[in-house]
């Protein structure tokens, strides 16, 4: 069983698309994140939720919103996309304070 | 606010050959260290961990030392095959942070 999985792998859109992507783990984990990697590998992470609290890195345009309809699943949904937002995007899971585990990504391409 | 600094690559060895990958950090009190793959096309997956001073996490033949004195968690492995390959990231996440920092990552290519 995939502890944390994602949903598409692969999603090609126009710009000015609104766009989803969907996370779930089933490890029992409070605390969920999204992040965004670039062609160079570089990691940032974009939020961290958990059924408390909504830490929003603040570089993260307000296009971006995490949306969690319960404890084991956090989707990104992406207004008005746009070039730049091309990356590969990763989920992951923690029981806070430990290792994080991620999802296998989700490659998106803005054209 | 936390940092953590890794060598850029790419790091490119013949197998067998030894690796070492530096990585230092700056943080507020005593965070819990890690490193991370990421091996082609997969998401990162825990490497080894080390949660206080001159603990050592151990994985695969890799090894790293949480050194206070130093800020350094360089990762090791004494005999690197192909299939290490791979991007490698260093990490860290203070006690009762939620927030990660990690570093830019460092890609490790191995030649037959």
């Known amino acids: 069983d995939t502890a944390v999985s994602q949903t598409p792998k692969y999603l090609v859109t126009q710009m000015g698309n609104d766009k989803s992507i969907k996370c779930e783990q089933n490890?029992?984990?409070?605390?969920m994140y999204w992040y965004k990697q670039d062609s160079k590998k570089f990691l940032k992470i974009m939020f961290s939720?958990?059924?408390?609290?909504?830490?929003i890195n603040e570089t993260v345009p307000n296009r971006f919103s995490p949306k969690s309809p319960d404890k084991a699943h956090l989707n990104l949904h992406i207004n008005s996309l746009e070039l730049g937002d091309s990356a590969v995007y990763f989920c992951?899971?923690?029981?806070?304070?430990?290792?994080?585990?991620f999802g296998p990504g989700t490659r998106l391409t803005v054209l | 606010g936390d940092s953590v600094t890794q060598m850029e690559g790419p790091v490119t060895l013949s197998e067998e050959a030894f690796l070492t990958i530096n990585c230092t950090y700056t943080?507020?009190?005593?965070?819990?260290l890690f490193w991370y793959v990421q091996y082609p096309g997969e998401g990162l997956q825990l490497l080894l961990k080390?949660?206080?001073?001159?603990d050592k996490g151990s994985n695969k033949g890799f090894e790293a030392t949480y050194r206070k004195e130093t800020t350094s968690f360089h990762l090791e492995k004494g005999s690197v095959q192909v299939s290490d390959s791979a991007v490698y990231f260093c990490?860290?996440?203070?006690?009762?942070?939620?927030?990660?920092?990690f570093g830019r990552g460092t890609s490790l290519i191995v030649h037959p």
């Open positions: 490890l029992g984990h409070d605390t």
């Open positions: 080390a949660t206080k001073a001159d």
């Open positions: 990490a860290l996440e203070g006690r009762g942070s939620y927030i990660p920092t």
């Open positions: 943080a507020t009190g005593y965070p819990s």
């Open positions: 992951a899971s923690s029981p806070g304070g430990r290792e994080q585990f």
């Open positions: 939720y958990n059924n408390k609290e909504l830490i």
